[in-house]
């Protein structure tokens, strides 16, 4: 690829050509979103030089100095840190120390001990640890099924066992007749309930069923990953349990020797999964020791905030939150490819340049809207929803005043969208707002085509969900618009071949699907646009509906 720098100056200097400051003269029925104006920002966001916009890289900084700066040439208020455009978040980046890591067994039997240690990684891998940066812990092994428990679907995996001070051994995934969303849920908080009933360190097992989705091999080419956490006004990474000694991920067949004194063998284990049913915990009878090593280092990492301010006195207190993540994934460690640069112009760069775009369309409003616009570009998407669960713990504007959440991740811009997905449509009034606004571009509003994926937990917007906030979160449909074009096949085309690759660049893409459908981008700006224009306005703010789980879990209670 090799794109010059002066390519993506040049785009900048199109990008200032094309798209002007605040204009109070400018109605609003004709203010549409520009194509040239995002495929000007995805140049330079997707560029070679801003090297993959790894979290907390120099790439990743260029690009939130650059959004930063399209923000304020539009006239939109800070609303980061001391009235500055940037909330930093401080994160915590720990590495496994090479050859550091250790399981062995322990079996004492009449008052002799034998031990088996497993090899690392064909038997067993692990991540670095975020609190400490010795660990070494040696306790009982039980096993908790999926280690899942549920007031609402009536699980509890840990029903009459002890786990205080013992290594838990869990099956990886959940049950596959739990609804997705609901299920991927409940599946987040596995080390947490662990930690809260006590347990030191946490095993999980590779199943045969998770082999088909993702195999075991897959995860190794991402051994070296550093992990990340953000941290808190004391130095401390967030959501992490001290207690929580050890963890280690192990395949099915090393697994197997955990189970050699149990009463039901992970063979029949697998088969009572395999028939959708739950098996039951048990203590397996062997002590096991976990150690590791980690080296830590402290980054920083900006949030890009800025704010339209509402024109209703009393609405302009509360704001429509429009996310999307700035990073990527950085440089690739393939040796298979001389190309190292993960550009990452779908994932997300398509998604920051609508955003702007939005940003623009809203600036040039003769009126604003009755409601503040806060527009959020966050950091660490690709590292854990970093930036977006910073803001949510510590929002830069009172938590109860933000009302809803658009979020842009990801739009595939490679055909001429037929339909849309709004994920987590079902769950609040935001679902005919989102189809409403589509409407008004010619476009259908589709149902969830993936469920089984549970999309509606795994991006930023989540972080904000979980405070109460509804919200949705955009993605192309599968249908297009031309007839010689198979929007689900190019989807799938995408996702398999460019996805976190190097390939998802702007050259590459447009060298293999014929073009970036930059007009399908302002396509998608105009509806995003529309959805926040029309929460903006609404004296009724968005609310969960009650037949939701979410609305059960996270909906405000009122008295």
């Given at each position: 690829m090799n794109k010059n720098l002066v390519i993506a100056l040049c785009a900048l200097a199109s990008l200032a050509s094309c798209s002007q400051p605040f204009n109070q003269d400018k109605p609003a029925d004709i203010n549409m979103a520009n194509a040239t104006s995002i495929e000007a920002h995805m140049q330079f966001i997707a560029s070679d030089e801003l090297e993959g916009r790894d979290t907390g890289s120099r790439g990743h900084l260029i690009a939130a100095n650059y959004v930063a700066s399209q923000l304020q040439r539009l006239g939109l208020e800070a609303a980061g840190d001391n009235n500055s455009y940037f909330q930093q978040v401080p994160l915590r980046k720990a590495r496994l120390v090479a050859n550091s890591a250790s399981f062995t067994l322990h079996d004492k039997q009449a008052g002799a001990e034998t031990q088996l240690d497993f090899a690392y990684p064909k038997a067993f891998f692990t991540g670095p640890s975020m609190t400490e940066t010795e660990q070494q812990v040696q306790a009982e092994l039980v096993f908790v099924g999926y280690g899942l428990v549920s007031k609402e679907f009536g699980l509890d995996d840990y029903a009459g066992l002890d786990v205080e001070n013992k290594i838990v051994v869990m099956l990886s995934g959940r049950p596959a007749y739990l609804p997705s969303e609901e299920a991927a849920h409940i599946s987040s908080l596995k080390n947490d309930i662990a930690a809260e009933r006590g347990a030191v360190g946490v095993i999980t097992l590779h199943t045969p069923e998770r082999e088909k989705v993702r195999p075991y091999a897959t995860s190794l080419l991402y051994l070296n990953a550093p992990s990340m956490a953000w941290l808190d006004s004391t130095g401390q990474p967030a959501a992490r349990y001290s207690k929580l000694k050890a963890s280690a991920y192990m395949h099915y067949d090393a697994a197997k020797a955990l189970f050699t004194k149990s009463p039901t063998s992970l063979e029949q284990i697998f088969q009572t999964i395999a028939e959708d049913k739950i098996p039951t915990g048990f203590e397996l009878g062997f002590s096991a020791t976990l150690s590791r090593q980690s080296q830590h280092e402290t980054i920083i990492s900006p949030n890009v905030l800025a704010v339209l301010p509402g024109s209703d006195p009393e609405l302009a207190n509360e704001y429509v939150v429009i996310t999307a993540h700035a990073d990527h994934i950085g440089l690739s460690n393939d040796i298979r490819s001389q190309d190292k640069i993960n550009n990452g112009a779908m994932d997300n760069a398509a998604g920051v340049a609508i955003l702007l775009e939005t940003a623009r369309m809203f600036s040039e409003l003769k009126t604003p809207p009755k409601r503040s616009i806060l527009f959020a570009i966050v950091t660490g998407e690709e590292k854990g929803l970093l930036g977006a669960d910073y803001f949510a713990q510590f929002p830069t504007r009172p938590l109860e005043s933000l009302v809803a959440n658009v979020n842009l991740d990801m739009p595939v811009l490679l055909y001429p969208f037929a339909d849309m997905i709004a994920f987590g449509a079902n769950h609040s009034s935001l679902g005919q707002v989102v189809a409403n606004a589509a409407a008004k571009e010619g476009i259908a509003?589709?149902?969830?085509?993936?469920?089984?994926?549970?999309?509606?937990?795994?991006?930023?917007?989540?972080?904000?969900?979980?405070?109460?906030?509804?919200?949705?979160?955009?993605?192309?449909?599968?249908?297009?618009?031309?007839?010689?074009?198979?929007?689900?096949?190019?989807?799938?085309?995408?996702?398999?071949?460019?996805?976190?690759?190097?390939?998802?660049?702007?050259?590459?893409?447009?060298?293999?699907?014929?073009?970036?459908?930059?007009?399908?981008?302002?396509?998608?700006?105009?509806?995003?646009?529309n959805i926040a224009l029309d929460v903006a306005n609404t004296e009724q703010k968005p609310y969960w509906l009650e037949q939701s789980f979410f609305y059960q879990l996270f909906a405000p209670k009122t008295n």
């Open positions: 509003l589709s149902a969830d085509p993936m469920p089984e994926q549970a999309i509606f937990t795994r991006s930023d917007h989540y972080t904000l969900v979980k405070k109460g906030v509804p919200a949705v979160f955009l993605m192309t449909g599968f249908t297009s618009k031309d007839s010689n074009l198979d929007g689900a096949k190019i989807w799938a085309d995408f996702f398999a071949k460019h996805y976190h690759k190097p390939s998802d660049d702007i050259v590459s893409l447009t060298k293999e699907y014929g073009a970036i459908r930059y007009d399908a981008g302002a396509v998608f700006a105009n509806i995003n646009f």
